[in-house]
């Protein structure tokens, strides 16, 4: 089943993720700059069926490459609240409570496109007709050899970013700093390094990444009496991660008694941070 040749396409995708009811398929991450599909066979029999008379969910990815969507790498702990199956995507102008941006989503042309466009004003042409239908039969099996070529090339692109993951971003690092911009630039510092970073926003996802999501390095940026609570939970199960804190130098206490094992004063400058990290980064990722 094909989907229809205009906007209808991106404007009912926004309606479903703007209903509530469709929140154990389908919904906005916490940010509302990307969505989420829980379960793609659960979103195909509900969903897609549903609201596009398909189960097809290859198809309905491919509508979204059409359309310029992005699949992206989903943060470690939506995947531990959702499971692995879980696939993500985002475009720039499609977002939560901004509907007004949707008409700037153009559909990519493609030269299959235009052969098709050439099929459909071949009937008013006066010329012969079996030649005609040779023509629309060939544009029908190139579209159907293009569906399989599209199929496969997204398979490989799976397998290389598996290959990716495997090798560039397998050394992951937690930040957690109350401060949201202090996160983003600390992210934004680190994002070049190759790294698996991620920034955990609420203090109750904090509690379960640390129990549950293995991490090579942390760094914390909270205020002393919610880290001091962290530390000791934290402590009293891992006793090796290095934990690095962000924070002003007086303190009524030594912060190494508390597990801590590095610490950069505020404010630093980028020579001061990478000081500091550079010991916890493989050199292979320090190039």
Known sequence: MKFKESKEFVKKLYDILEDKKNEKYIRWNESGLSFFIIDPKEFA????????????????????NKYDFHKIKSKPELILSFGNQVIEFEHMYFQRGKRNQLYKIKRKSSSLEQISVVSDLLPSVKS??????HIIVSIKDLSNKFDILIDNVN?????????????????SVLIYDEDTSMAMQIYNLLKDKRLNVTVMESKSNLYSALKNIEFNFMIFGANLLFFKEVMRYLRGFNHMTPVIYIGFEKYDFDLYSIGVTDFIKKPFTFSDFFNVINKYIPKKENN
Request: glycine share 0%; hydrophobic share 35%; no cysteine.
């Open 155 to 171: 398979d490989i692109k799976k397998m290389l970013n598996n290959i990716l993951n495997n090798t560039n971003y397998n050394f």
């Open 128 to 133: 012969n007709q079996i030649f005609h239908e």
């Open 45 to 64: 029999e509900n969903i897609l069926q549903n609201f596009f008379r398909h189960k097809n969910i290859n198809s309905f990815i491919r509508q979204l």
